[in-house]
């Protein structure tokens, strides 16, 4: 991969991932703990800790360390525990799916549904 992919890939994750980590974020530990720029930098280190991760590791192996890597910078940037920063990733998870789900049935993005 080289810096343009790794700098598209950043500014694309921010867009998407970062507002939806925010709202999560929010609703689990507060306004004063979950700032937008904290899941700022939570994506961008997120994605670049990945870029480095699968070019030295690959497979179920790579996934599970970036799952945890993941769930850390939550729990460093939110300040909160474990299984918090676990349960931020499944509800944002959820909001990420019914934000696609929204945009698909009025027709916007790639799974538009026919009703």
Known sequence: ?????????????IIVLAPVLW???????GKYKAKFTDAIWI???????GTLVNYFIHGVLAAAIMLLVWLALIKHFFDCG???????VIM??????????LLAIFGIGILSIAL
Do not use: C, P, Y
């Open 1 to 13: 991969m080289d810096l343009t992919s790794l700098l598209i890939q950043i500014f694309v994750n």
């Open 92 to 101: 944002a998870v959820i909001i990420f799916i019914g934000i696609i789900v």
């Open 43 to 49: 994506v961008i280190s997120g994605v670049v800790l």
């Open 82 to 88: 474990w299984l918090k920063a676990f349960i931020i």
């Open 23 to 29: 709202i999560s974020g929010r609703l689990l530990v």
